[in-house]
């Protein structure tokens, strides 16, 4: 009994909790709606860091292979697929990436546009 | 009972030995070629009356030619229209393979590998192509992002060559593992509710009744951002800088 008035004061506090936070989150009836575009570049993001890695170390290994220095080259395109997979991530979640390159991490914002989380 | 992978097996319904390679019709083709068939009377159907003020039908094809449209022009721009059909098509084949996928007894031929390895290196290979055709070696500086110093741009260089080479698997895998992990899935609850009984049974089944929605969700997901990111693709091809 007690457990069950427990969960039912927890749900209604989490209720609260979901209605006190930004309204764009929440449809007009309350529920939280599944936004296509956010969902679709969460689905995008989880694989590229994964596949980057995967695509490094065999270009590692096969380098190992035609120089024949095992495990030199695959040690170090491992590490080189990891840092491929988190500019991925960040071109994932930057427009234009190639018009600004890197730079956009020191420059300063123009207009605000900076960053911007849709995917383009 | 059947297992929960045996749904994705390949079976050859008219056997067909070519010069030692296999070119049976299996029943990967022929929803292949269901998913073809139905994009185009869709379309055809759809488009039929070609009335200025569309009618309920009609929407539907409009709605699936604005959406393609406008996501060419929105991310590569005016130069993206001549490349519309195929990123229609693509589109298009995918979608239809992931909804004909939910009916039962069918088979989702994008939930095998080769299927969405040979979509994404179509892509993949295009894109280069148009980039290197258009650019020539000048190309190369798509891997040189502005506003290094220049010590680092070697370093730079090969990681983004690696980037560059992900693109493919990342494309392929997230479509195959998406379909094949929501098929796979649907078919263990659906195994639950004969395995727990008449009673209990019931209840594995509201899972499954929750996880078709969301499969057919994911169809649409998995369409959407393949297409986007052929879109995206198409344009670093194009534009470079």
């Not at chain 1, 506090?13 to 939280?32: E, I, L």
């Amino acid at each position: 009994m007690t457990n069950n008035h427990d969960l039912k004061a927890r749900i209604a506090a989490a209720k609260a909790r979901q209605n006190d936070g930004d309204d764009t989150d929440t449809g007009t009836d309350g529920r939280a709606q599944i936004d296509g575009k956010a969902f679709g570049s969460a689905m995008r993001v989880g694989i590229e860091l994964v596949s980057a890695i995967a695509i490094g170390t065999f270009v590692g290994y096969w380098i190992d292979q035609w120089l024949n220095t095992p495990p030199f080259a695959m040690i170090v395109f491992f590490f080189l697929g990891f840092a491929a997979g988190f500019l991925n991530l960040y071109k994932a979640q930057t427009k234009n990436y190639h018009k600004t390159g890197l730079g956009e991490l020191t420059d300063t914002p123009k207009n605000g546009q900076k960053g911007s989380k849709e995917i383009d | 009972m059947a297992g929960p992978l045996a749904q994705f097996q390949i079976k050859p319904i008219i056997p067909f030995d070519f010069a030692g390679y296999d070119l049976s019709f299996t029943n990967s083709s022929l929803w292949m070629a269901l998913a073809v068939l139905s994009t185009t009377v869709l379309m055809m159907f759809t488009m039929r009356k070609k009335a200025l003020v569309p009618g309920r039908w009609q929407n539907v094809g409009e709605i699936l030619y604005e959406f393609i449209s406008n996501m060419v022009s929105d991310t590569i721009g005016n130069q993206g229209r001549r490349y519309f059909p195929f990123v229609f098509s693509i589109f298009m084949i995918v979608l239809m393979g992931n909804l004909l996928g939910m009916v039962p007894y069918s088979f989702t031929f994008t939930s095998h590998i080769i299927v969405t390895g040979a979509l994404a290196l179509i892509v993949f290979l295009g894109a280069t192509m148009i980039g290197i055709f258009k650019h020539g070696f000048h190309f190369l500086t798509l891997f040189v992002p502005k506003g290094l110093p220049i010590f680092i741009i070697p370093l730079v260089f090969v990681i983004e060559i690696i980037s560059y080479l992900s693109r493919p698997v990342s494309l392929s895998v997230r479509l195959f593992a998406n379909m094949m992990a929501g098929h796979t899935m649907l078919k263990i609850f659906a195994g639950f509710c004969v395995s727990l009984g008449a009673f209990v049974g019931i209840l594995p089944m509201f899972v499954n009744v929750a996880l078709v929605g969301f499969e057919i969700l994911v169809a649409f997901i998995q369409a959407y951002v393949f297409a986007i990111l052929t879109c995206v693709y198409l344009k670093d091809a194009i534009e470079l800088h």
